[in-house]
Nanobody
Framework: QVQLVESGGGLVQAGGSLRLSCAAS????????MGWYRQAPGKQRELVAT???????NYADSVKGRFTISREHAKNTVYLQMNSLKPEDTAIYYC???????????????WGKGTLVTVSS
């Protein structure tokens, strides 16, 4: 139905930057919220940032001032600009989106497969 494909992960030194992208494709009528979550080894998945269709953003306290979420509505794509990266940012980053695939039905939750971000000290 709907596929979310992340890209942009990799290895970076502490203090460096990376930009993640996530493109949604498939049977999409509309998208409400798009966002990023992450899961570090041995930890639960946690919210990083979300961006609603109206423009409201929400950031985890640990990334405020360092990460910026943005979106291209026409391309069904969400970005995460990550600056001043720290070793504790190391995790698999997952894209999430609420997508309406059938008129009259509620939005459904979709996830990407994740992209690995490794920050070396």
């Amino acid at each position: 139905q709907v596929q979310l494909v992340e890209s942009g992960g990799g290895l970076v030194q502490a203090g460096g930057s990376l930009r993640l992208s996530c493109a949604a494709s498939g049977s999409i009528i509309s998208i409400n919220t798009m966002g990023w979550y992450r899961q570090a080894p041995g930890k639960q998945r946690e919210l990083v940032a979300t961006l609603a269709s109206g423009g409201t953003t929400n950031y985890a306290d640990s990334v405020k001032g360092r990460f910026t979420i943005s979106r291209e509505h026409a391309k069904n794509t969400v970005y995460l600009q990550m600056n001043s990266l720290k070793p504790e940012d190391t995790a698999i980053y997952y894209c999430n989106s609420g997508v309406k695939t059938i008129i009259g039905r509620p939005y459904m939750d979709f996830w990407g497969k994740g992209t690995l971000v490794t920050v070396s000290s």
